[in-house]
């Protein structure tokens, strides 16, 4: 069982930047590979960015890509998402999931376990 908590959400104006942190319970953080999804008012949610239980691999949303760097720090037991120049269109709430299996995936089902999410809105 793997429990995670999301934070760093808020307020900020189009062009800022934001970081977003996953801290995660458990002694094979590791072997888990993680994502960050983001669900907006009325629409699914949808994958942001995805990163492998070593770190070494990564993979990003078209939408985000050269804006967001998804990390993490195995001995802290944390992802983090690092957000800049940030839209208003990026508004959602932030969740990111923990994927046993290892893999890297696009996929929301792919997941086996979830935070409750923060809130990123970006003003225009």
């Known amino acids: 069982q793997v429990q995670l908590v999301e934070s760093g959400g808020g307020l900020v104006q189009a062009g800022g930047s934001l970081r977003l942190s996953c801290a995660a319970s458990?002694?094979?953080?590791?072997?888990?590979?993680m994502g960050w999804f983001r669900q907006a008012p009325g629409k699914e949610r949808e994958f942001v960015a995805g990163?492998?239980?070593?770190?070494?691999?990564?993979n990003y949303a078209d939408s985000v890509k050269g804006r967001f760097t998804i990390s993490r720090d195995n001995a802290k037991n944390t992802v983090y998402l690092q957000m800049s120049s940030l839209k208003p269109e990026d508004t959602a709430v932030y969740f990111c999931g923990a994927n046993r299996w290892g893999n890297i995936s696009w996929r929301e089902y792919e997941y086996d376990y979830w935070g409750q999410g923060t809130q990123v809105t970006v003003s225009s």
């Open positions: 990163i492998s239980g070593g770190g070494g691999s990564r």
């Open positions: 458990g002694r094979t953080f590791s072997s888990y590979a």
